[in-house]
């Protein structure tokens, strides 16, 4: 007797009746890994990939934990199949033939740290993911979640240079969280829905290099300079503000899940070739004299098919911007040096 065979493994079983209808419409999605999948974040952002109807098949890698996330996602009743990668030795199995690949993998802060504290562990674990990628997928795209962002998306492309597979418009670092953050601060204050709310979010993601250009806020509005100083703060310690609540359990899991699931979902939508898809991405630009920078990008078939120029920005933004170029200089230059030496 044929047992009904999890929908996480690997083998088909030609009497389900089911396999066949499944593989049909999975020929028409895409193919999404999710790198550190039973984290805090990747957990959730699994769960949210999942029920995305543009995903034909989830892949799962980790190196603790992957089987028993990998099951129990694998019972909700969507298109994607799933699968479940444990341990460096299956890392390439897991990056083979994808078309997105979201790295959550590495540690978060706990209260007291910065951001840039997690750089020792996480470099490392960016620069072995990277180097996966540039071998199994290199066409793939690639949103980095690992902080420090305004670092390890340095380090990915010195990777992508080293094994001569680099391509600026498929590296994307994942800074839809400060937008999210700053659309809910800014409806609070001004009333309105949340979801009607847009703030364009440049710089980096860390501290001051999260520039919210307040004057550029859709539906136009104003700020008197108290609002100013308020949401600004709170857009830029957003982070702390959860890692402080969670007193030692971690940072942002869920609303970053939140977060990197729209940026995933905008870049499938784009690789589909859905027209207008604009987002916040810290990525290879040219908008200031740093070689990375955060700034609203247009997704497409490729990848990132166009930098937006930052618009007109007020005093108090320009003021911003200087002390953001100055610390993205020197996070940029560190995620570099790691990989040169
Ligand atoms: P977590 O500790 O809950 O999960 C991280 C996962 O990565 C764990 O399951 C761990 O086993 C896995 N991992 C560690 N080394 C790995 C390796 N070599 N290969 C594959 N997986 C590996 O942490 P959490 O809360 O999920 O955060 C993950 C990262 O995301 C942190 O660096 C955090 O700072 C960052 N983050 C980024 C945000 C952003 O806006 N870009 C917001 C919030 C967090």
Same mark, same amino acid.
């Given at each position: 007797h044929l047992r009904p065979t999890p929908s996480s493994q690997m083998e088909e079983v030609s009497l389900l009746r089911g396999s066949?209808?499944?593989?049909?419409?999975?020929?028409?999605? #895409?193919?999404v890994a999710i790198l550190g999948a039973s984290?805090?974040?990747?957990?959730? @952002?699994?769960?949210?990939?999942?029920?995305?109807?543009?995903?034909?098949?989830? +892949? @799962?890698?980790?190196?603790?934990?992957?089987?028993?996330?990998?099951?129990? &996602? %694998? +019972?909700?009743?969507?298109? /994607?199949?799933?699968?479940?990668?444990?341990?460096?030795?299956?890392?390439?199995? /897991?990056?083979?033939?994808?078309?997105?690949?979201?790295?959550?993998?590495?540690?978060?802060r706990k209260p007291g740290m910065t951001r840039d504290d997690l750089f020792n562990i996480n470099a490392g674990i960016v620069r072995t993911l990277c180097q996966g990628v540039a071998k199994c997928c290199p066409k793939a795209i690639v949103n980095v979640i690992s902080n420090p962002v305004n670092s390890t998306v340095p380090i990915a492309a010195e990777v992508f240079k080293k !094994?001569?597979?680099?391509?600026?418009?498929?590296? *994307?670092?994942?800074?839809?969280?400060?937008?999210?953050?700053?659309?809910?601060?800014?409806?609070?204050?001004?009333? @309105?829905?949340p979801r009607d709310v847009s703030v364009p979010v440049i710089g980096g993601h860390a501290g001051v290099t999260i520039l919210p250009l307040l004057s550029q806020v859709n539906p136009p509005c104003s700020f008197n300079s108290e609002e100013i100083s308020y949401l600004t703060t709170r857009i830029q310690n957003g982070g702390t503000e959860v890692v402080e609540a969670k007193a030692g359990a971690g940072s942002a899991t869920l609303s970053m899940a939140y977060a990197a699931a729209k940026f995933a979902d905008?870049?499938?939508?784009? *690789?589909?070739?859905?027209?207008?898809?604009?987002?916040?991405?810290?990525?290879? %630009?040219?908008?200031?004299?740093?070689?990375? #920078? !955060? %700034?609203?990008?247009?997704?497409?078939?490729?990848? &990132?098919?166009?930098?937006?120029?930052?618009?007109?920005?007020?005093?108090?933004?320009?003021?911003?911007?200087?002390?953001?170029?100055?610390? @993205? !200089?020197?996070s940029i230059q560190k995620g570099v040096a790691f990989i040169s030496k």
């Open positions: 066949n209808c499944r593989a049909k419409g999975a020929a028409t999605g #895409f193919k984290g805090g974040i990747g957990q959730p @952002l699994a769960l949210l990939m999942k029920m995305n109807p543009l995903v034909s098949l989830l +892949h @799962l890698y980790d190196v603790v934990n992957t089987p028993g996330v990998t099951a129990d &996602i %694998s +019972h909700m009743n969507t298109g /994607a199949v799933v699968r479940g990668f444990l341990g460096q030795p299956q890392l390439e199995n /897991a990056l083979t033939g994808m078309d997105l690949v979201i790295i959550p993998a590495g540690v978060p !094994a001569g597979t680099y391509d600026p418009k498929l590296l *994307l670092g994942v800074t839809t969280l400060d937008v999210v953050r700053a659309n809910t601060f800014v409806a609070e204050v001004l009333g @309105l829905d905008a870049c499938l939508r784009g *690789l589909r070739g859905d027209s207008g898809i604009v987002e916040c991405s810290y990525v290879a %630009s040219q908008v200031t004299e740093l070689p990375f #920078f !955060a %700034s609203k990008v247009r997704l497409g078939r490729c990848g &990132i098919e166009e930098i937006l120029s930052l618009g007109p920005l007020n005093e108090f933004e320009r003021a911003g911007l200087e002390k953001t170029k100055k610390e @993205l !200089a020197e």
